[in-house]
């Protein structure tokens, strides 16, 4: 069974300009969430989804947003990027919200 | 607020020897309770878990045991191996509300060294 696949691994983005980072979740799963990294604030929650409606949303600007399709996969997208946003992009996917999450490898995203 | 914290690191160990990560946590509801461990340059593994107290995790010679009267998940390992070098985060996934965001520690490098 294929994992969680993040798409693109590395990215180098300049500030002003807008990023869209992709996830497709492991099959059969319905619940997707998105968390960044970075080394000063650690991981933090961004959104989940389930079953394409948005259920949650962290403690992010209204630039940062999100959606799911109706085959699960979901995307992320950051517009007017600051030097701040450059971090490890972790999308996660679960069969329902509330059990165990498995993590794909991530997006770097770099802003310069 | 849900939070979670663990051990600071790094923390550096000699193979074969035993390894504890102490991990406590502060939930409102009845928190599922995990182990993540990140290679470097890799994203988050699912190394293991416990849904209710008591519950015991185990994986790969990991264990650790939720202990609700202590709020705490400690990560143990009898015999640590240079492969296991990476940082480990304590987690929990609150299922009491409607919220089922994972809230993490702030990780802990461990080194093993041969």
């Known amino acids: 069974k294929a994992g969680v696949t993040q798409t693109p691994r590395y990215l180098i983005k300049t500030r002003g300009q807008q990023v869209t980072l992709s996830c497709s979740p492991i099959?059969?799963?319905?619940?997707v969430s998105w968390y960044q990294q970075t080394p000063g604030q650690g991981l933090q929650f961004l959104f989940e989804?389930?079953?394409?409606?948005?259920?949650n949303k962290g403690n992010f600007p209204g630039r940062f947003s999100g959606r799911q399709f109706s085959n699960s996969r979901s995307e992320m997208n950051v517009s007017t990027l600051e030097l701040g946003d450059s971090a490890l992009y972790l999308c996660?996917?679960?069969?329902?919200?509330?059990?165990?999450?498995?993590f794909g490898q991530g997006t770097r995203l770099t802003v310069v | 607020g849900n939070s979670v914290t663990q051990m600071e690191g790094p923390v550096t160990l000699s193979e074969e020897a035993f390894l504890t990560i102490n991990c406590t946590y502060t939930?409102?509801?009845?928190?599922?309770l995990f182990w993540y461990v990140q290679y470097p340059g890799e994203g988050l593994q699912l190394l293991l878990k416990?849904?209710?107290?008591?519950d015991k995790g185990s994986n790969k010679g990991f264990e650790a045991t939720y202990r609700k009267e202590t709020t705490s998940f400690h990560l143990e390992k009898g015999s640590v191996q240079v492969s296991d070098s990476a940082v480990y985060f304590c987690?929990?996934?609150?299922?009491?509300?409607?919220?089922?965001?994972?809230?993490f520690g702030k990780g802990t490098l461990l080194t093993v060294n041969p």
């Open positions: 996660a996917s679960s069969l329902a919200p509330a059990v165990e999450a498995f």
């Open positions: 099959s059969g799963h319905r619940s």
């Open positions: 989804y389930f079953s394409e409606t948005q259920r």
């Open positions: 939930a409102t509801g009845y928190p599922s």
């Open positions: 416990a849904t209710k107290a008591d």
């Open positions: 987690a929990l996934r609150d299922s009491g509300g409607s919220n089922y965001k994972l809230t």
